[in-house]
Each structure stands twice: as C-alpha cells, then as structure tokens.
C-alpha cells in the first residue's frame, strides 16, 4: 500500500536529514497567522497544488508540504492540540480560564514553549504564554520525549490499539495508561519512556498486570543507569537514534539545571508572570498534567498507523537491564508521516484521527470533571449549559472540513459565541487592530530552509 519511488523521496529527504530536521509532529499546526494577524494556512501551496486526500505518491506534493512545514517562521498552532480543545472544554461545563490554560500547554508540548499572538498578529503578554519545557518536545530523542507523542505500545501489543487504546491495560499501553494515572495524582512517578520498576518479578507476556505488577506502574522510576534506544526511521536505511537515560522524566534542560517533571509545581511557582489565571493566580498543575496526557492521547491516534504496525512497539529489559523501541520502517517514515498529517485538516473525508480525537477529548474532559475537578476544585466549572457529545463532534467536524484557515477560525468563534462561551485570549471581539503589527514569527523547532531547494529536488 504504501509503496513510493523511494530513490526520488530519499533524495528529497537528504537535505532536513543531514540538517538533523525531521517532521515528528502530529496534528501539526496547521492555523498559522500573518505579520496582520490575517489567518493562513501551514500547507497553503499544496491545497493550491490541489493534493489530494490520501495520495503520497505525488513527488511535487510531497516536496510543497515538507518545504512549508520546514520553512515556516510564522506563529502557527494545531487546530485539534489548541482549537478543538479550547471549545470542548467550555463545551463539558470548564471556565474560560482552564480551557484557554489547556489549550496553551497542550500546544506547547510540541515546542520548547507557546508564545501565542493575538487576531492581530501582536504577541499576547507573558501571562497568556507558557514557561520553557523542553523535555517533552517531539523532537528531544535525548529525554525520551518524543515517545511522549509516539507513545509506542509494549511488547505484544494484541490487547489495544491506536484509535481505541485500552488505557487498563498498563502492561501493553504502559506509557499512555501511566501518563493517565500521572494526570489525576501527582504521587504516581513520571518516568523517561514511563519506565518504572516493578513491585515483583515483572510479568511482560501477560496482557493483564501481573501479581508482580509491570515496568509501569511500580513506585519509582527505573534505574537512570539503564537506557531506552532505538532508530527513529527517516527514510530507507536512514534514521536518527533515539539514546535516552531511563529514570526521571525531564521538564526542562539547559546548560544552567535539569528540572524533572516530578518538581513541575515548584517550576511553574517560580516562573509565576507565566500561564496565569485571569485574576493573576498562577495555573495549577493539574491543569497542565491533564493538558499533556491529553496531548498525548490524541497524538497517538495521530499516529495510529505507526503505532498500529508489528514492527512498532517497546520492549525489554535486555540482559543489561536496557529498554529498546523500533517503528516500522514504512509505516512510520517520514515522507508517509509527513503527508498523514496534511491530510488530518481541511478535506471533505475526515481522517480517523481527526474525528477520533473529537470524541475522546469530549470524553475524557467529561470523565476529569466527574472524578476530580467537581470535587476538588469546583471554582473551575463555568455552571454554563453543556453540550452532548455528539453536539460537539457535529460542530468540530463541520469546522474542521473548511479548507480556508480564515473561515476555520471564523467558524470556531461563531461556534462559541452561539453558546454563550467565550473567545479565546487575543479574539475577543471588541479587541481592534491597529494598522502596526508585531510580526512575531513562532518559536522555530528547527532550521528555516528555502523551499525552492526542496522543490529543486523534485524537478531532477
């Protein structure tokens, strides 16, 4: 199925290969907005090119969509990570605040941090981006952060799959079920790769938890002695290695500290004019661990045909106690991957991702609701009328089908306004625009490369 001229994509792909860029991203951002603030589309040129759903055999259409997302300097954000989420959940009965506070750390799990800019292309102050974090990103292969976007199913992954994962079971989809426990209590230990060390004699050929637990719901992390490795396919024989120490999850790491995950509250204390409330209350970590369980969740179906192949999966320990991931070659390469994300926002054919993250955020959000925030922090229920889930998916897909980025946005805002909700920060109505803009640019995961040189590629 997913046979392509691999010498002239292989050769397309050179080029971001040897600069170290490769697209890992999924529901990629694909709402971008110009120096004025006018809304535009990351992939513009190839729905001008008239690429069509489902075809990655196209070299030109292959080239036009891997040169945008590598050249890209405008502030752009996901659709599905940000838009759909901010209005689900005000949709489930959430405040403003904590949908817009969900919305912003989901969208910057993809980055080092989210610095969003408002309808006029003018950067939102500090209070409305998030803190630096790094250790997440999709593209850190040196703290097991991209296994926080692909998070690879265990063993003999026969129990679950990508689109419907089974989030009981925490042997087989051991890094999603964790990060789910992690979400609602901070005492549950956020490991590198979710590698834990389990109670008693691990029991990995059982698709239910062993008497002696597993590698992912022991007590405290594994030994950061030991390693998770593998290659993470670019194409053909080419991949880049993912080499990262197990033990604690990373949060954020520069030449001056490594903060941990497990300290995330005192972070986001001492980075306090970050991420605020609207009467300038710092956001809580609950907020924020949801906010990236949830980002997870959703990347998974992103990348569910990845994720769903044999060839895919985690395992060990080896006789030396390391941890190994593979990804299957074809399913998971970068010229297939690149094009299942252009095709997850503005078709009439809605993909399965797409329209599965519609509903399990809904359901999720729902579940969060009933079994803590109602109950422990009451003060972030809106007490606005709600809406049924398939309300809610009706709404969003119709959104999401509209090619143009300006009447996708416009679309979202007059969702909101229909039901009493509240635009999300930099939109609000009454905010004019000026003749001056900013021209933030976002923050660039990679290196800005000419598209013309991608394209020349493609002409040889």
């Known amino acids: 199925f997913h046979s392509l001229n691999r010498g002239m994509n292989s050769l397309l792909l050179l080029l971001p290969l040897a600069l170290g860029v490769w697209p890992c991203g999924a529901f990629m951002e694909d709402l971008c907005f110009e120096a004025d603030g006018t809304p535009s589309n990351l992939f513009q040129n190839a729905f001008d090119m008239g690429c069509a759903y489902g075809d990655f055999t196209n070299k030109q259409c292959v080239a036009a969509v891997y040169a945008q997302w590598l050249n890209n300097t405008l502030f752009c954000r996901s659709t599905v990570h940000f838009d759909h989420l901010y209005f689900t959940a005000q949709a489930v009965g959430l405040t403003p605040d904590v949908a817009y506070l969900l919305a912003i750390f989901s969208g ?13 292309g003018k950067q939102l102050p500090t209070s409305d981006a998030t803190p630096p974090f790094n250790g997440m990103k999709r593209t850190n292969f040196e703290t097991a952060g991209v296994l926080r976007h692909i ?15 089974n989030l009981t079971n925490f042997n087989e989809e051991g890094i999603l079920s964790s990060m789910k426990s992690w979400a609602y209590d901070d005492s549950v230990p956020i490991c590198s790769a979710a590698i834990t060390t389990p109670k008693g004699e691990a029991d990995t050929s059982s698709h239910l938890n062993g008497a002696g637990g597993n590698f992912f719901t022991g007590a405290q992390c594994y030994s950061s002695d030991n390693w998770v490795t593998g290659p993470f396919p670019i194409i053909g024989n080419f991949s880049n290695p993912v080499e990262s120490p197990l033990g604690d999850q990373i949060l954020q790491k520069d030449s001056s500290e490594t903060v941990y995950m497990k300290d995330l509250g005192d972070y986001l204390d001492q980075n306090d004019e970050y991420a605020q409330f609207s009467n300038g209350d710092t956001v809580h970590p609950d907020i924020v661990r949801m906010a990236f369980f949830l980002h997870s969740l959703t990347d998974k179906f992103s990348h569910y045909e990845c994720e769903d192949a044999v060839a895919s999966l985690m395992d060990g320990p080896t006789a030396s106690g390391n941890f190994t991931l593979a990804m299957d070659a074809v399913e998971c390469e970068s010229t297939y991957h690149i094009m299942t994300h252009y095709w997850e926002v503005g078709f009439a054919t809605i993909a399965p991702q797409t329209s599965t993250a519609m509903g399990s955020v809904y359901d999720e959000l729902t579940e969060w609701i009933g079994k803590y ?76 490369l000419l598209a013309l040189l991608l394209l020349a590629v493609v002409t040889v």
């Open 108 to 120: 910057a799990m993809d980055f080092e941090e989210f610095n969003p800019v408002d309808k006029c």
């Open 151 to 165: 998070p690879l199913m265990f063993h003999d992954h026969h129990c679950t799959t990508a689109l419907n994962p």
């Open 373 to 448: 925030v109602g109950t422990t922090n009451p003060s972030w229920l809106s007490g606005k009328d709600t809406l049924t889930r398939s309300e809610v998916v009706k709404i969003l897909s119709e959104q999401v089908k509209l090619q143009d980025a300006g009447d996708r946005l416009q679309y979202l805002l007059e969702a909101l306004d229909a039901n009493d909700y509240s635009r999300m920060r930099g939109f609000e109505s009454s905010r004019k625009c000026s003749s001056e803009s900013s021209g933030v640019g976002r923050a660039v995961e990679g290196i800005a």
